[in-house]
Antibody
């Protein structure tokens, strides 16, 4: 069965960086894209960007351009999301999701809480 | 890319139906038949309920249905059950590997 397992919770200071991992299993990793979606406390879902696990092509949400980098390691079927210059309003649960423009986001990781606090 | 517009809340009694709207633009909802809907219970990851406007993944009850007209998509939950109480989000493909989510709707079963 398809599973996406994310790394554990992080606490970071303002200005620092965080890197969250998402290990996929149960399907051919390179046949789908991975998107990252975040949800601030009590707020809605925000799409952060997309990466092709096939060739590493990326597309990031405009508001995060320059601060976010998404990568994949096909040898371990793992996707990564790094967010730099963290601010307090980056505090959120970060999800990875398998994505296809037809199917949408059909499988999700369990979420990783990133807390930014001094 | 602006979020798609959903009503903040919707409610219905058990057995009744509730419909949630999702309004975008011709660059997202109106431009593609790639609208999907997600159910999220508190503290849980979202779950895909509808894809490609009106198709249901395996395991999703047929009480959930989707449609689209112009720039507005809709999700209808018929025969409301207590477990349907959750937050619901729409999402649309917006071209060039861009996606956008709706603002979210809290569904309450009275």
């Amino acid at each position: 069965q398809v599973q996406l397992v994310q790394s554990g919770a992080e606490v970071k200071k303002p200005g620092a960086s965080v890197k969250v991992s998402c290990k996929a299993s149960g399907y051919t990793f390179t046949s789908y894209g991975i998107s990252w979606v975040r949800q601030a406390p009590g707020q809605g879902l925000e799409w952060m960007g997309w990466i092709s696990a096939y060739n590493g092509n990326t597309n990031y949400a405009q508001k995060l351009q320059g601060r976010v980098t998404m990568t994949t390691d096909t040898s371990t079927s793992t996707a990564y999301m790094e967010l730099r210059s963290l601010r307090s309003d980056d505090t959120a649960v970060y999800y990875c999701a398998r994505v296809d423009y037809v199917w949408g986001f059909d499988y999700w990781g369990q979420g990783t809480l990133v807390t930014v606090s001094s | 890319q602006s979020a798609l517009t959903q009503p903040p809340s919707a409610s219905g009694s058990p057995g009744q139906s509730v419909t949630i709207s999702c309004t975008g633009t011709s660059s997202d909802v109106g431009g593609y038949n790639y609208v999907s809907w997600y159910q999220q219970h508190p503290g849980k990851a979202p779950k895909l309920m509808i894809y490609e406007v009106s198709k249901r993944p395996s395991g999703v009850p047929d009480r959930f249905s989707g449609s689209k007209s112009g720039n507005t998509a809709s999700l209808t939950v018929s025969g409301l059950q207590a477990e349907d109480e959750a937050d619901y989000y729409c999402s649309s493909y917006a071209g060039s590997n861009n996606f956008v989510f709706g603002t979210g709707t809290k569904v309450t079963v009275l």
